[in-house]
T-cell receptor
Framework: GAVVSQHPSWVICKSGTSVKIECRSL??????MFWYRQFPKQSLMLMAT?????????EQGVEKDKFLINHASLTLSTLTVTSAHPEDSSFYIC?????????????FGAGSRLTVL | QKEVEQDPGPLSVPEGAIVSLNCTYS??????FMWYRQYSRKGPELLMY????GNKEDGRFTAQVDKSSKYISLFIRDSQPSDSATYLC???????????FGQGTELSVKP
């Protein structure tokens, strides 16, 4: 079945540094990928839609200069949290629609837990 | 008011019990309804997907959608300890629309 892989699964960094999270579709191509953020005991909130070959579309209230998204190929999207601060500590999850599923079904990665000290 | 409301629980039941999980929503334009299961520190996995109103059954799981009441449910029969997870409802208006998630209900099934 369709698999989405994220790396790293866990990262700790110092305040002010930048962190890159990778999202790969392992056995299918994805022209679109979605990045979500989930705080403890909270819902998944869509941050941005990553589009291969074009700029990402950000949700209202999400700083595009802080959360840089690059959809480098049909199987890879990256999220870079720039100048991270403790309030950016969260669980970041990417997803992609597998082929022949329509846009209604999303396959999610296992998530990346970011802790900013 | 949130677009999608879901009781966060936690909900604790004995093994073998029937579990009922619910979500209410305010946007009458939602047409696609999903239930995801999320184990601790993992990404969500799709359990059930329903279009418009009606029921859908898959093994021990039954999803119900009542659009007139803006209410959806997930029933788990003969619950197992392995069902212990957070269950998230999600919905969208159309195929290309944004998927809106509920807060998730934490379920614990005790052996």
């Amino acid at each position: 079945g369709a698999v989405v892989s994220q790396h790293p699964s866990w990262v700790i960094c110092k305040s002010g540094t930048s962190v890159k999270i990778e999202c790969r579709s392992l056995d299918f191509q994805a022209t679109t990928m979605f990045w979500y953020r989930q705080f403890p005991k909270q819902s998944l909130m869509l941050m941005a839609t990553s589009n291969e070959g074009s700029k990402a579309t950000y949700e209202q209230g999400v700083e595009k200069d802080k959360f840089l998204i690059n959809h480098a190929s049909l199987t890879l999207s990256t999220l870079t949290v720039t100048s991270a601060h403790p309030e950016d500590s969260s669980f970041y999850i990417c997803s992609a629609p597998p082929p022949n599923s329509g846009a209604n079904v999303l396959t999610f990665g296992a998530g990346s837990r970011l802790t900013v000290l | 008011q949130k677009e999608v409301e879901q009781d966060p629980g936690p909900l604790s039941v004995p093994e073998g019990a029937i579990v009922s999980l619910n979500c209410t929503y305010s946007n009458s334009a939602f047409q696609y309804f999903m239930w995801y299961r999320q184990y601790s520190r993992k990404g969500p996995e799709l359990l059930m997907y329903t279009y418009s109103s009606g029921n859908k059954e898959d093994g021990r799981f039954t999803a119900q959608v009542d659009k007139s009441s803006k209410y959806i449910s997930l029933f788990i029969r003969d619950s197992q300890p392995s069902d212990s997870a957070t269950y998230l409802c999600a919905m969208k208006e159309n195929q290309g629309g944004k998927l809106i998630f509920g807060q998730g209900t934490e379920l614990s099934v005790k052996p």
